[in-house]
């Protein structure tokens, strides 16, 4: 484990306790908290904001992404199929921020590791960010905090974090790149074979249709709802047998 991620807390004369929650894996930087089903860590979580405010979120099965040591610079380590016309449509004709959660053990590219700033994150082939500037979470298996947060997937243990973009320029051409149902995932290393990356360690979800269809979530409207209909036709009738037996009670006074 790497002493500097001690350091903040250790300065504070605190002492640590075996494990404490934190938001960070199940909260979105650009759409909030995760939709229930999603799990603590593990897999990767796909969080897209269409320009209509729709929110689709999918999650690819940790199970079915790379173990291993990879011999190209431009590993393909996981895939995330299910968007059909629905559900690009939903989107309302673009992207206006993206979010994608990768949970990796052993990535050894944080600060002061052999891999630090060699590795990219790909998307469908669009950049969204360098492995070792990811504020990320160290945990065990099931999503509980170990030892808080740092910087990169550090060296022998599980780390989570997001890779997020509002480029427009990035955002349209992941949108193009939707047509083709399917979002890969790919790590770029400039000196490929020199790492072991195990990206299968975390929870598969069950509930939001894992490695499959995403979810789509409408905007929330804020206000209060809309009586229906039928809540004015109770509230008439209601008011119009207090008007009759008011005039009843008067006639006989």
């Given at each position: 484990?790497?002493?500097?991620r ?34 603590a860590?593990?897999g990767i979580?796909?969080d ?8 689709v ?15 190209v610079?431009?590993?393909?380590f996981g895939?995330?199929t ?12 673009g992207?206006?921020a ?5 949970s ?13 700033n ?7 082939g669009i ?5 070792s ?10 999503g ?5 947060s740092?910087t990169?997937?550090a ?7 997001w890779f ?8 349209a ?13 790919s790590?770029?290393d ?10 299968t ?5 069950s509930?939001?249709?894992?490695g ?7 905007p929330?409207?804020p ?5 229906e209909?039928?809540t ?22």
């Amino acid at each position: 484990m790497k002493f500097s991620r001690l350091l903040p807390v250790l300065a504070l004369g605190i002492t640590l306790p075996a494990a404490f929650a934190t938001p960070l894996t199940v909260t979105s930087p650009t759409g909030g908290a995760l939709p229930s089903g999603v799990s603590a860590v593990g897999g990767i979580v796909v969080d897209l904001t269409g320009t209509n405010g729709n929110r689709v979120v999918s999650q690819v099965a940790a199970s079915t992404e790379f173990v291993g040591w990879p011999t190209v610079s431009n590993l393909v380590f996981g895939s995330q199929t299910g968007f059909n016309s629905s559900v690009v449509s939903a989107l309302g004709g673009g992207i206006s921020a993206a979010s994608f959660r990768v949970s990796l053990y052993d990535g050894d590219s944080a600060p002061g590791d052999f891999d630090y700033n060699d590795n990219t994150l790909l998307v469908n082939g669009i950049d969204f960010g360098n492995f070792s500037s990811v504020a990320t979470n160290y945990t065990d298996g099931t999503g509980t905090t170990l030892y808080g947060s740092g910087t990169g997937f550090a060296d022998n243990i599980l780390d989570t974090g997001w890779f997020s973009s509002t480029d427009a320029s990035k955002l349209a051409s992941l949108y193009a790149s939707l047509s083709s149902g399917v979002i890969d995932f790919s790590l770029y290393d400039v000196d490929p074979g020199d790492q072991y990356f195990d990206f299968t360690q975390g929870l598969d979800s069950s509930v939001i249709n894992v490695g499959s269809g995403p979810v789509v979530t409408p905007p929330t409207t804020p206000g209060a709802a809309t009586p229906e209909p039928s809540t004015f036709i109770m509230l008439g009738t209601g008011l119009v047998g207090a008007a009759a037996q008011l005039r009843r009670r008067f006639v006989k006074a």
